[in-house]
């Protein structure tokens, strides 16, 4: 079992900078792939970057690449997901989300175990 508590999101200008945190419980951390999905008002939830559990294989939706980095810190059980140059496209509730494989979370909603609460994100054009 894994608990997800997301924070860091907030009201942010274009262009400007947030970094959000996950922070899991449970000791079985390190056995799952950890990822970051979004959810705009009246859109799916859409799949935005995943790293693997070996914290080698790291994917990225095309529309951060570049912009957004996720991280893990295996010993605070934490994920983070930094993102830099927002716009407005960039406005949502971000998720938390552990599953079984970096490439099946980047390809597969269904394939997330568990999901954090949420934490939004808003930027101002």
């Known amino acids: 079992q894994v608990q997800l508590v997301e924070s860091g999101g907030g009201l942010v200008q274009a262009g400007g900078s947030l970094r959000l945190s996950c922070a899991a419980s449970?000791?079985?951390?390190?056995?799952?792939?950890m990822g970051w999905f979004r959810q705009a008002p009246g859109k799916e939830r859409e799949f935005v970057a995943a790293?693997?559990?070996?914290?080698?294989?790291?994917y990225y939706a095309d529309s951060v690449k570049g912009r957004f980095t996720v991280s893990r810190d295996y010993y605070a059980n934490m994920v983070y997901l930094q993102m830099n140059s927002l716009n407005a496209e960039d406005t949502a509730v971000y998720y938390c989300?552990?599953?079984?494989?970096?490439?099946?979370?980047?390809?597969?909603?269904?394939?997330?175990?568990?999901w954090g609460q949420g934490t939004q994100v808003t930027v101002s054009s």
């Open positions: 989300a552990a599953g079984p494989s970096a490439s099946r979370l980047r390809i597969e909603v269904k394939a997330v175990d568990y």
């Open positions: 449970g000791r079985t951390f390190n056995n799952y792939a």
């Open positions: 790293k693997a559990r070996d914290g080698v294989l790291t």
